[in-house]
Every structure is written in C-alpha cells, then in structure tokens.
C-alpha cells in the first residue's frame, strides 16, 4: 500500500484536486479569487402588455343558410313526387262526446224552435178568432142599429092613420051609444069576440062601430062570415090613409 503524498499546501491541494479530470474531459479552472459583491440592487424590468388578437367576424345563420348551394340535380322533383302543399290535412276523427253534446244542443234548438212556432200559431188562431168574432159582433150590431134606424125612419114616414082593415057590426049618431052596443055583442057572443077591440069613426051625421084592425080585407071577411054563422051582421070597411079611428073609451 502506498501513502498518500504530503499535503504542503491545503489551498493548493484543494485546486488541484479540483482540476483533476478524468481521461479525455476538457479541464474546468477555477479561479481562486472569490466574486466580488454588487454594491448596487439590480434594476426591475418593466413587463409590457401583449397586444389583444383580433375578434373572429360573426356570420349570421342566415347568411350560412344563403351561401348554402344545392345542386341542381336534388333540386329536381322526382316523377312519383307529391306536392305536400296540395295535400288536404287529415280530418281529426270527431271526439263522441262532443258529437252528441253537439246533437243534443241541434235537438234542443229545434224543439225549442217547434215549440214557438206552435205557441205563435195557437196565439194567432186565437188572436184571428177574436179578431173575426169582434167583426161579427160589430157588423150584427151596425145591422140592428141600421135596421132600428130604418124601422124608425119607416115609422115616421108612415101616416098617423094608415090604411086598414075593419069589420063593422053597427052604427049610431050618439057615440055613448055605441059603447052600449059593443058590451051587448060580447056580452052575447063571448067566444066570438074574443080578444077584439071596439073602435069608431064618424061618417057624416053618423057614427060606424068598428072591430079590427085585420091583416088583410080577406081575414076581414073571414070575421063576417063568423058572424053570419052566429046570426049577426056585419061587413068590411076600409079606412083610408089619414082617416082617423078611435078606440072605445077614449
């Protein structure tokens, strides 16, 4: 074993064991003197702003949709093609309860209607019959007002001793006496004279006792021949418009 070789100088040993390289490696010197300090404080470095990249132009998608080219061969329609346009959309298959609240409404409105028009035509029918039952009325009564107006009218322009038609059963110029006659006649012939009326006119110096008045001159006959059968005499006499006869009695 060999000894390791004097150290004659530590700082010099150290220098040299330092620049001991190993075969074939560039040798590093060292200086020996330690660096000096920097009596001064570096100096801050001042960091400027990178400059903002640009904002990306904004394409609407309207402008993508227009710049959007289709070729002209997709363009064309296809021989079993269907215009979607001319298709008449499928009718909605109707809800059942709707169709018969529907129906049901439809009903009601008609009977409703119905209904109406009898209540209208059974109000009319009745509204026409009093109507026509008010005219009969009205006319019934210008009828009966219009025939007292005539009958009155009749009766005014009649004379106040019409024509008519006696029977006269005896004569006498004193009248008291002729009340005495008439009482004698029916007192004899009751059945005949029943319900005659005794009546006189004058005839020049005299006086004829009448009975009568009869419809006709042929009922006035009639009378005489009764009292033919009942052995009494009599004839008929006509009084001629104007010629005044007057009752018994008065």
Wanted: net charge positive; glycine share 4%.
């Amino acid at each position: 074993m060999s000894a390791a070789p004097p150290a004659a100088d530590r700082s010099g040993s150290a220098v040299a064991a330092t620049n001991a390289v190993a075969p074939g490696q560039t040798p590093l010197t060292l200086s020996s003197q330690a660096p000096a300090v920097a009596s001064a404080a570096p100096a801050v470095a001042t960091v400027q702003p990178l400059p903002a990249a640009p904002e990306p132009a904004r394409v609407s998608l309207a402008s993508v949709i227009a710049s959007i080219q289709v070729p002209a061969a997709e363009l064309a329609l296809d021989e079993d093609a269907v215009d979607v346009t001319k298709l008449k959309p499928v009718p909605k298959k109707p809800d059942e309860k709707e169709l018969a609240a529907k129906k049901a409404e439809e009903d009601k409105k008609l009977a409703d209607k119905q209904a109406a028009d009898k209540k209208a035509a059974e109000e009319k029918k009745l509204a026409d019959k009093k109507a026509a039952d008010k005219k009969l009325a009205d006319k019934k009564a210008a009828d009966k007002l219009a025939a007292e107006k005539k009958a009155a009218a009749a009766k005014k322009a009649e004379p106040k001793h019409p024509k008519r038609y006696w029977v006269q059963v005896a004569g006498g110029a004193n009248r008291a006496d002729l009340s005495k006659e008439w009482k004698r006649l029916t007192t004899s012939s009751p059945a005949l004279f029943k319900g005659k009326q005794g009546w006189w006119t004058p005839l020049n110096a005299t006086n004829r006792l009448l009975t009568g008045p009869f419809k006709s001159a042929d009922e006035a006959q009639a009378f005489v021949n009764a009292l033919a059968k009942n052995k009494l005499s009599g004839f008929t006499f006509t009084s001629p418009a104007g010629q005044e006869v007057t009752a018994l009695g008065k």
